[in-house]
């Protein structure tokens, strides 16, 4: 079982960086994937980041690819997304979550935090 938490949502003009993260509790093996999804108002959930924990193999989303880095503390305690030069369409929740067999795609996560809302806006 996997606890997730996220924190760090704020609100922040366009231009500007944030870095989300989320408190792991619980083991997280070496066949697990963890990721950053987002929800804006009114949209479906999308896949933004996501992070092998076997050998650190990363993915991103085309629109934060270039602007969006995941990457883990080193226990895996900790995940964490740095986000630069937002823009007001990043504004969502941003939820973190954890799939235990690392199926491909956005697949197959199973546990999930509460989220955490970014709002980008001048």
């Known amino acids: 079982q996997v606890q997730l938490l996220e924190s760090g949502g704020d609100s922040v003009q366009p231009g500007g960086s944030l870095r989300l993260s989320c408190a792991v509790s619980g083991s997280v093996y070496a066949t697990y994937c963890m990721a950053w999804f987002r929800q804006a108002p009114g949209k479906e959930r999308e896949g933004v980041a996501r992070?092998?924990?076997?050998?650190?193999?990363?993915y991103y989303a085309d629109s934060v690819k270039g602007r969006f880095t995941v990457s883990p503390d080193n226990a895996w305690n900790t995940l964490y997304l740095q986000m630069n030069s937002l823009k007001p369409e990043d504004t969502a929740t941003y939820y973190c979550?954890?799939?235990?067999?690392?199926?491909?795609?956005?697949?197959?996560?199973?546990?999930w935090g509460q989220g955490t809302l970014v709002t980008v806006s001048s």
């Open positions: 992070i092998q924990v076997d050998g650190g193999r990363t």
């Open positions: 979550a954890a799939s235990p067999g690392c199926f491909g795609g956005w697949l197959g996560y199973d546990y």
